[in-house]
């Protein structure tokens, strides 16, 4: 079971890498077929900074992304993810991965969003709390709306896959804010 479980992580990791590649290439044949060198003017750059802390707890995320802006209303990107978490004389926890994102402006105040995240989860326990580390991959797919000012992007997604055992997430619906320059 182990084995057919690692061989999907694997091939849902090999998809990810293919789809950056694939992203990057189609991204700047768009922007040569136009007749454009500047590629580099339609990306945007952005991500998320977390901090959390308190009674032995800490936690640290860092997850910058970037996106290609098609034009006003269509925009696909690209991030990377890591969190470390850790409770005294409880556990440790290390998560690790990547995501593929496609917004859509409809209208310029309202942004809809599709998100595939792969993420790895690493948890260590403590011995004495009786439970087993565990390492496994997380798949998720969003589907969210938001309301856009400008740069910044507040809003609401929905895990499509979530798993209440194996989620980093503590329910389905994820606040989010996207913020790209």
Same mark, same amino acid.
């Given at each position: 079971?182990?084995?057919?479980?690692?061989?999907?992580?694997?091939? &849902?990791? /090999?998809?990810? @890498?293919?789809? =950056?590649?694939?992203?990057?290439?189609? %991204?700047?044949?768009?922007?040569?077929?136009?007749?454009?060198?500047?590629?580099?003017?339609?990306?945007?750059?952005?991500?998320?900074?977390?901090?959390?802390?308190?009674?032995?707890?800490?936690?640290?995320?860092?997850?910058?992304?970037?996106?290609?802006?098609?034009?006003?209303?269509?925009?696909?990107?690209?991030?990377?993810?890591?969190?470390?978490?850790?409770?005294?004389?409880?556990?440790?926890?290390?998560?690790?991965?990547? &995501?593929? /994102?496609?917004? @859509?402006?409809? =209208?310029?105040?309202?942004?809809?969003? %599709?998100?595939?995240?792969?993420?790895?989860?690493?948890?260590?326990?403590?011995?004495?709390?009786?439970?087993?580390?565990?390492?496994?991959?997380?798949?998720?797919?969003?589907?969210?709306?938001?309301?856009?000012?400008?740069?910044?992007?507040?809003?609401?997604?929905?895990?499509?896959?979530?798993?209440?055992?194996?989620?980093?997430?503590?329910?389905?619906?994820?606040?989010?804010?996207?913020?790209?320059?």
């Amino acid at each position: 079971m182990n084995k057919l479980v690692f061989k999907k992580n694997r091939i &849902s990791f /090999l998809i990810i @890498v293919i789809s =950056i590649v694939s992203f990057a290439s189609f %991204a700047q044949n768009a922007a040569s077929m136009r007749g454009q060198d500047d590629f580099w003017k339609h990306v945007r750059v952005g991500g998320g900074i977390g901090l959390s802390f308190g009674d032995g707890f800490f936690s640290g995320t860092l997850a910058p992304s970037a996106i290609y802006q098609f034009n006003d209303q269509v925009a696909l990107g690209l991030g990377l993810s890591g969190t470390y978490n850790t409770q005294n004389d409880l556990y440790k926890s290390s998560i690790i991965g990547a &995501s593929i /994102l496609g917004l @859509v402006n409809p =209208i310029p105040e309202i942004q809809l969003s %599709a998100e595939f995240e792969e993420l790895n989860v690493n948890r260590k326990w403590d011995s004495r709390t009786g439970f087993e580390n565990e390492n496994y991959w997380y798949p998720a797919l969003f589907l969210g709306v938001g309301y856009n000012n400008g740069p910044v992007t507040f809003g609401i997604r929905f895990d499509l896959l979530y798993n209440r055992s194996k989620s980093i997430y503590s329910d389905s619906w994820v606040p989010f804010v996207r913020v790209y320059f």
